[in-house]
C-alpha cells in the first residue's frame, strides 16, 4: 500500500476506489440496457422470459459485487485534513446562501488585500529609510542645529552614471541614435532618433523619466534660441498619439528600485515604433484604420496594435 500523505488520503486506495466509480457506473449501465432492450427473440416465450431472467439477475449481482467493493475502498481511503488555511473561518464557505452572506469570498478578498498592503509597506519603508528621514531627540530642543541636506546615494546617482547607462543602452540598439544634453545642471533630456520614422525628446530626473514627446522625423524640435523644445506637441495626429502612448509607458514601467531596468525597459519599448508605418494591426491585419497605422505597442511582446483594436 502506498504512504500515507500528510494530508490523510491514500493515494493508492483512491486511485483503486475511482477505478470501483468506473466499473459501477459500467455495471449499472448494462442493468439499464437489459431492461431498455427487453426480451431477446427466442423459440418460445418461457425460453425469452428465462434468458431475461437470468441476465437481469447476473448484471444486478454484478452491481452489487462492485458497489461492495467501492464501500471497501472508501474506508481505507482516508479522510483529509480537517485544517484550513483560515481556521475556524474556511467554515463559512459551507454556508449555502452565498448570496445573502458572502462573508467567506469578502474575508479571502480582505486576506489578498492585507498581503498586497504589506507588501507595499515594506517597499515604501524601504524607500524611506534610504532617504534617511529619522529626526533624533536631540534635534527637538532650541540650541540644536540643522543638518546639512544629504541627497541619499541610492535615489540619486551621479551624472556619470547615467551617461554610462544611457551609453549602454545606445550600443544595445545601434539603429536608434540617442543624444544626451544637460541645459539645466544636472538633468539631462535625450534626443532619440528613431531611424527615418520619428524623433522622441524624453526629459529626465537623474534616472528617471519625467516625461516625452515624440515628434515626426521632419518636424523641428529646436526654439529660436537654439535649445531643445520640450513642451510643444507634433503637428500631426499619429505621433500626437504616440506621444500619449509613451506617457502610459512611463507609468507601465515602474521598479523604483532599479530605474536603469526601467530605462532600457522604455527605450526597448519605444524602438518598436522602428515600423510604425510598415506593421499591420496584430488584431484586425489592416494597415491604416481612420487614416492612423497601428499606433499601440504592446508592453510585453510589442506587438502593434491599433487604438480601437487593442481593447
Given at each position: 500500500?502506498?504512504?500515507?500523505?500528510?494530508?490523510g488520503?491514500?493515494?493508492?486506495?483512491?486511485?483503486?476506489?475511482?477505478?470501483?466509480i468506473?466499473?459501477?457506473?459500467?455495471?449499472?449501465?448494462?442493468?439499464?440496457?437489459?431492461?431498455?432492450?427487453?426480451?431477446?427473440?427466442?423459440?418460445?416465450?418461457?425460453?425469452?422470459?428465462?434468458a431475461?431472467?437470468?441476465?437481469?439477475?447476473?448484471?444486478?449481482?454484478?452491481?452489487?459485487?462492485?458497489?461492495?467493493?467501492?464501500?471497501?475502498?472508501?474506508?481505507?481511503?482516508?479522510?483529509?485534513?480537517?485544517?484550513?488555511?483560515?481556521?475556524n473561518?474556511?467554515?463559512?464557505?459551507?454556508?449555502?446562501?452565498?448570496?445573502?452572506t458572502?462573508?467567506y469570498?469578502?474575508?479571502l478578498?480582505a486576506?489578498?488585500?492585507?498581503?498586497?498592503?504589506?507588501?507595499?509597506?515594506?517597499?515604501?519603508?524601504?524607500?524611506l529609510n534610504?532617504?534617511?528621514?529619522?529626526?533624533?531627540?536631540?534635534?527637538?530642543g532650541?540650541?540644536?542645529?540643522?543638518?546639512?541636506?544629504?541627497?541619499?546615494?541610492?535615489?540619486?546617482?551621479?551624472?556619470?552614471?547615467?551617461?554610462?547607462?544611457?551609453?549602454?543602452?545606445?550600443?544595445?540598439?545601434?539603429?536608434?541614435?540617442?543624444?544626451?544634453?544637460?541645459?539645466?545642471?544636472?538633468?539631462a533630456?535625450?534626443?532619440?532618433?528613431?531611424?527615418?520614422?520619428?524623433?522622441?525628446?524624453?526629459?529626465?530626473?537623474?534616472?528617471?523619466?519625467?516625461r516625452?514627446?515624440?515628434?515626426?522625423?521632419?518636424?523641428?524640435?529646436?526654439?529660436?534660441?537654439?535649445?531643445?523644445?520640450?513642451?510643444s506637441k507634433s503637428?500631426?495626429?499619429?505621433?500626437?498619439?504616440?506621444?500619449?502612448?509613451?506617457?502610459?509607458?512611463?507609468?507601465?514601467?515602474?521598479?523604483?528600485?532599479?530605474?536603469?531596468?526601467?530605462?532600457?525597459?522604455?527605450?526597448?519599448?519605444?524602438?518598436?515604433?522602428?515600423?510604425?508605418?510598415?506593421?499591420?494591426?496584430?488584431?484586425?491585419?489592416?494597415?491604416l484604420?481612420?487614416?492612423?497605422?497601428?499606433?499601440?505597442?504592446?508592453?510585453?511582446?510589442?506587438?502593434?496594435?491599433?487604438?480601437?483594436?487593442?481593447?
Amino acid at each position: 500500500m502506498a504512504d500515507v500523505m500528510n494530508v490523510g488520503v491514500n493515494l493508492e486506495a483512491f486511485s483503486q476506489a475511482i477505478n470501483a466509480i468506473q466499473a459501477l457506473r459500467s455495471s449499472v449501465t448494462r442493468v439499464f440496457d437489459s431492461l431498455k432492450d427487453g426480451m431477446k427473440n427466442k423459440e418460445t416465450l418461457e425460453s425469452r422470459e428465462k434468458a431475461f431472467i437470468t441476465e437481469f439477475q447476473d448484471n444486478l449481482q454484478s452491481v452489487n459485487r462492485d458497489l461492495n467493493e467501492l464501500e471497501r475502498l472508501s474506508g481505507l481511503v482516508g479522510r483529509p485534513s480537517e485544517s484550513h488555511p483560515l481556521h475556524n473561518s474556511g467554515l463559512l464557505s459551507l454556508d449555502p446562501v452565498q448570496d445573502k452572506t458572502p462573508l467567506y469570498s469578502q474575508l479571502l478578498q480582505a486576506y489578498k488585500w492585507s498581503n498586497k498592503l504589506q507588501y507595499h509597506a515594506g517597499l515604501a519603508s524601504n524607500l524611506l529609510n534610504q532617504q534617511s528621514l529619522k529626526r533624533s531627540a536631540n534635534q527637538m530642543g532650541a540650541s540644536a542645529k540643522r543638518r546639512p541636506k544629504v541627497q541619499p546615494s541610492t535615489l540619486v546617482p551621479p551624472p556619470q552614471y547615467v551617461d554610462d547607462v544611457i551609453n549602454r543602452i545606445g550600443r544595445m540598439f545601434p539603429d536608434m541614435s540617442i543624444e544626451l544634453f544637460r541645459p539645466n545642471g544636472t538633468s539631462a533630456v535625450l534626443l532619440v532618433s528613431l531611424g527615418k520614422v520619428l524623433k522622441a525628446i524624453v526629459v529626465m530626473r537623474s534616472l528617471f523619466i519625467d516625461r516625452t514627446i515624440v515628434r515626426g522625423f521632419s518636424e523641428n524640435i529646436y526654439l529660436e534660441d537654439g535649445k531643445l523644445d520640450i513642451w510643444s506637441k507634433s503637428q500631426y495626429q499619429v505621433f500626437q498619439k504616440v506621444t500619449d502612448h509613451a506617457t502610459t509607458a512611463l507609468l507601465h514601467y515602474q521598479l523604483p528600485q532599479m530605474p536603469d531596468v526601467v530605462v532600457r525597459s522604455f527605450m526597448t519599448w519605444l524602438r518598436s515604433y522602428i515600423k510604425l508605418f510598415q506593421s499591420p494591426c496584430q488584431r484586425c491585419g489592416r494597415f491604416l484604420q481612420d487614416g492612423l497605422p497601428p499606433t499601440w505597442r504592446d508592453f510585453r511582446t510589442l506587438e502593434a496594435f491599433h487604438d480601437t483594436c487593442r481593447m
